[in-house]
């Protein structure tokens, strides 16, 4: 994730940026970079790779200013490199940035038809090019800064200087968070308040649609309209922590929330934005020439795996083997050298899931690590290393690593379609775009159903048996959605395929009996709305999981109806798992349970 720093101060800042830096680097990144204003004039230092090769530049050529911004960043559209390095200048304006600006491609070259020139090939430059449009045809910065914010679209935190006015610094939150610091004299910004906590411990957290202005002595904070709003301040703990939990009550709840900011990092490894293509992987798994492919994997990772099945079956036609680690190391399983093999794990140090690489790896099979620390034993032992971006997860039950594995495993599934002939250049277009649009749709739905969210929870706290329903991908994700239930709630939850329900699960059903299900209106939506029928008719407690399409196609009566957008179905696993993440975590929280660290549970399980 990127990093993002701001101050308005009373002395030189550079120094103080660069520190606030390196409190960011858990979060990972490529480059880096810090811009001031002095005597005017706006100046900057950048450097690929670390924070240590930009602290040599400002040992060479330092900066003098007492207002600047910083930023370290995980390489999203453009190569990492100085030249895509944030802060990006033009006209007198600097800009960094976090996430993706998804209309950027028009934008560009509506900005390119009236003259403008771009020196880099990332998508905050047009930020910066229609912010001195705007400075250039009369408008102050804050009505050009209101205007630009009602152009782009995207999941995006954004932190701009201008020339024009050196004791100002403006921002923006529409997706990845941003927090104002407030100090005696001087004011902050920064992307969260571990970045801050040098400085200040009264932190304003910003919300979605927040546009604000910072001097050295006040905050004002407005909506993309122009209109005031009101955001309490807080006292921070950051300091007391490696990893902070910002405004959020658990580890689990911060996380859930952070998904569209790493959805977004996750997706630019794999993604070639401006030409939506998946990017060319030199990865040592040639997916045209195998002939199938095994997974493998443990817990919430498995499912993700079995997601995954779905998309390399469909998409690459490729055959996929998939069990969990614990039986795959024993059930002698015949392989082939032809095959590949992939192992998810968020840790990469798993115990059952390592030892089912060595088996594969002592049949000769070509080995694939799915992974979210890029240093770990699985990582270290594969031919083939797809990092899945999440950056830290505290909490012991998984939510944004999940959902990363899922955004690598559908770019590798349309990737290796590509590469086998069955993904047309028009359907990876397609699909792609789809992927870009993520975000935003995940930033959104995350903000529409919160308040419908812990309200239902307090109902399903009454329960001690819930049922999860779904076909296709879904079923996956209702076997997830039951384990989160389970794992931090104490609450007995299964999920089941929708067409098991007659074999077996229906015997349980009666008025006592939630049964939740995840049904978007896909090619599998009448079968399951059949399903729902059975269990309308023997008193079951439905809560129907669908969009818009699906909600407006049954008249089945259920408990409660979580409405979510339409989406592609290749994104529906991704868009559905934020419902079944919050219900389990208001849940958990109603009942007082242990959120982030559930009983009898480890984070990584490294002994069989």
Excluded at 315 to 339: G, H, N
Excluded at 340 to 346: D, E, G, R, V, Y
Excluded at 432 to 455: C, T
Aim: charged residues 20%.
């Amino acid at each position: 994730m990127c990093g993002i720093v701001g101050i308005v101060g009373t002395s030189p800042v550079a120094g103080r940026l660069v520190d606030a830096l390196k409190r960011l680097e858990y979060r990972g990144y490529d480059s880096a970079g810090v811009a001031t204003i002095h005597d005017g004039v706006l100046e900057r230092r950048r450097a690929e790779g670390k924070l240590f090769n930009l602290e040599k530049r400002l040992d060479s050529e330092p900066l003098a200013g007492l207002t600047g911004i910083a930023h370290t960043r995980w390489a999203t559209h453009g190569i990492p490199n100085e030249t895509n390095a944030h802060p990006h200048f033009v006209d007198g304006v600097a800009v960094v940035h976090n996430g993706i600006i998804e209309n950027f491609s028009e934008l560009r070259e509506e900005l390119k038809a009236a003259g403008a020139v771009f020196t880099t090939q990332t998508d905050t430059e047009v930020v910066a090019h229609l912010l001195a449009r705007y400075i250039r045809d009369g408008l102050d910065a804050r009505a050009a800064m209101l205007k630009m914010l009602n152009r782009v679209t995207g999941a995006y935190a954004l932190v701009v200087m201008f020339k024009e006015d050196p004791n100002t610094l403006m921002a923006a939150r529409s997706g990845p968070p941003l927090a104002i610091g407030h100090g005696r004299d001087e004011m902050f910004l920064g992307s969260d308040a571990i970045a801050l906590s040098p400085f200040t411990n009264e932190i304003t957290y910003l919300v979605d649609g927040d546009c604000a202005i910072v001097t050295r002595d006040s905050a004002t904070i407005v909506d993309f309209s122009g209109e005031p709003v009101q955001r309490a301040s807080q006292i921070s703990l950051a300091t007391a922590f490696v990893v902070d939990k910002g405004n959020h009550r658990h580890f689990m709840e911060k996380e859930i929330y952070e998904q569209p900011e790493v959805i977004s990092h996750a997706l630019s490894h794999y993604v070639d934005f401006a030409s939506n293509r998946v990017s060319p992987n030199a990865s040592a798994i040639d997916f045209s020439a195998i002939s199938g492919l095994a997974i493998s994997a443990c817990g919430t990772a498995y499912l993700a795996g079995l997601i995954g099945k779905y998309w390399f079956e469909r998409y690459a036609r490729l055959p996929v083997e998939i069990d969990v680690a614990s039986e795959f190391r024993y059930r002698e399983m015949p392989l082939s050298p032809t095959q590949a093999a992939l192992f998810i794990s968020q840790s990469g140090e798993t115990a059952d899931t390592l030892a089912s690489l060595r088996y594969c790896k002592d049949s000769g099979l070509k080995i694939g690590a799915v992974v979210n620390v890029r240093e770990s034993t699985i990582a270290r032992e594969s031919d083939a290393v797809f990092p899945i971006m999440a950056g830290p997860e505290i909490g012991v039950a998984s939510t944004k690593a999940f959902t990363c594995q899922l955004a690598v495993l559908a770019s590798l599934a349309i990737g290796a379609g590509r590469a086998r002939g069955t993904v047309s250049a028009e359907q990876e277009k397609t699909l792609v775009r789809h992927l870009a649009e993520m975000p935003r749709i995940m930033s959104r739905v995350l903000n529409l159903i919160q308040p419908q969210m812990e309200s239902l929870a307090r109902e399903i706290s009454k329960f001690t048996d819930v049922l999860y329903l779904g076909r296709g991908t879904s079923y996956p994700l209702a076997m997830e959605g039951a384990l989160k239930l389970k794992e931090i709630s104490y609450i007995h939850a299964e999920g089941y395929a929708a067409g098991e329900l007659k074999h077996g699960p229906i015997a349980l059903i009666d008025e006592n009996m939630p049964v939740i299900v995840i049904a978007p209106h896909d090619r599998f939506f009448d079968k399951t709305i059949s399903n729902m029928q059975e269990v309308a008719a023997r008193g079951g407690r439905i809560i129907f999981i669908t969009d818009e399409a699906g909600a407006a196609a049954s008249t089945l009566p259920t408990m409660a109806t979580i409405t979510l957008p339409n989406v592609d179905e290749i994104i529906s696993p991704m868009i559905f798992s934020l419902p079944i993440q919050l219900l389990a975590y208001h849940t958990a929280v109603f009942m007082g349970t242990d959120v982030d660290q559930p009983r009898n549970l480890a984070k990584s399980v490294t002994v069989e």
